[in-house]
Structures are given as structure tokens and as C-alpha cells.
């Protein structure tokens, strides 16, 4: 798998690119130390993954989208400090597929980008407590939650899923599908329940994951 890793930190880089290289699999063929750098390459090169931290410096979570629309072929692992449960949600939506924070152990980072070029989401276990323990309270997302097999969901319930993480309201929902109140807020309640999340934020996450809805339309619908 061809991997770039973009990062502002030059000791992060040299650190990054010595643990990917103990994979035979993994081939290091580039980096950038900013966003402008990271596009040209991603223009330019045939690249599986690149593993960035988009909070860096000379970097923002705009560039996430813009390398998506260069090539959408590219699968992207988040890697960075901290961070707030919202701005997690926010990188979902740009078109993050895996998030791992930088003091995870090697093993989970090697993980992350060999299940991610896969075509797999992955989340290391310190992303997802801070989702749980969040403001916005987003709960019962564990590590399989994206492969879940047993979640079953009718077309109806997608379909309001879809309006949900578009920001409709349950009125907004009810008038488009010529419903009542009551019966969307039955199958708000449903689907949570299917789902096991207790909150409106659960449902984006679901969204997000499952690719209900394209992450991209978050970013560019603010700008």
C-alpha cells in the first residue's frame, strides 16, 4: 500500500515514516509538511493512504476535502493530539475514514493504516472514549459498530436517517414524506434503539460511518 504521511512536525514525520517502514506491506512514497505540499503530491501520485494530522502547523481540516476531490481514491487516516468529541465528529464529516491519536501504540498505528487500505474504518479505543464521554454524550459506538451485521434497518428508517444527519427536523422530516409528527418520532425512537446511541449525534455518527451520508456536504455546506 502506498502511504504519505503529512504532518507540520518534522520529528513526528521521521517518527511515523521508521514505524510504517517495519511493514514490508506499508511503501513510504512521499510526504508534506503542508497542505498545499500534501495536494500536489495526491495530484500527482498514485497514493492508498495518507496519514495526516490535519491540526498541525501549515495544516487545517479543509484539507481533508480538497484531497478527496483530488482523488477520491484515497483513503484518509487521521492522526492527531487530543481532541474535543465534536471536532472528531467534524473530521468524520470531512472524509476522515480512521482516527487514532498520536500517543497510541505502534502496533494500533500500523493497524489503523493496514485495516483502513483494506477498506475498513478504524478507531484506536482513545478516540472512542473521548466520543462517549463527550459533551454531545454520544454513546454505545464500539470498535465493530461499522461491520455490524445485525443492525437491521428498513428503507424508511435509512431514509430519515439520511434526513436526520442533514439537520431536518422531526416537522422537516414529516412534511417531506407527507407523515404525522407522532410517526417520525416513533421512527426516531426505533432507530435508536437499533442502533444503540441516545442521541441525535449518535444517529450523524452512524450516518457518517455507514456512508448514509457523504461526509464532504458537512464541510462545504459551511463555507
Known amino acids: 500500500m502506498k502511504v504519505v504521511i503529512a504532518d507540520g512536525n518534522c520529528l513526528m514525520r521521521i517518527g511515523l515514516k521508521t514505524t510504517l517502514a517495519s511493514k514490508p506491506v506499508i511503501d513510504i512514497v512521499g510526504e508534506a509538511t503542508s497542505a498545499k505540499e500534501l495536494l500536489s503530491f495526491v495530484k500527482k ?21 480538497k484531497v478527496l476531490q483530488a482523488n477520491s481514491s484515497v483513503n484518509i487516516v487521521a492522526i492527531t493530539p487530543e481532541q474535543s468529541a465534536q471536532t472528531l465528529v467534524d473530521a468524520l464529516r470531512s472524509g476522515v475514514h480512521s482516527y487514532i491519536k498520536k500517543n497510541c501504540d505502534l502496533d494500533e498505528i500500523l493497524d489503523a493504516v493496514i485495516e483502513t487500505a483494506k477498506g475498513k474504518k478504524f478507531f484506536c479505543r482513545q478516540i472512542l472514549e473521548t466520543i462517549r464521554h463527550s459533551s454531545i454524550d454520544v454513546e454505545d459506538i464500539d470498535i465493530d459498530w461499522c461491520t455490524c451485521a445485525s443492525t437491521s434497518l428498513s428503507e424508511r428508517e435509512v431514509q430519515i436517517i439520511k434526513m436526520i444527519a442533514d439537520g431536518m427536523t422531526n416537522a422537516e422530516i414529516a412534511e417531506e414524506l407527507c407523515l404525522s409528527n407522532h410517526t417520525v418520532n416513533t421512527h426516531r425512537k426505533n432507530i435508536l434503539s437499533k442502533l444503540g446511541v441516545k442521541n441525535t449525534a449518535g444517529i450523524v455518527m452512524y450516518a457518517v460511518k455507514m456512508n448514509i451520508v457523504s ?3 458537512f464541510l462545504f455546506a459551511s463555507e
Open 215 to 217: 461526509p464532504n456536504k
Open 45 to 65: 501520485n498514485e497514493v492508498d493512504i495518507v496519514l495526516v494530522d490535519y491540526t498541525s502547523e501549515h495544516f487545517t481540516i479543509d484539507v481533508i476535502p
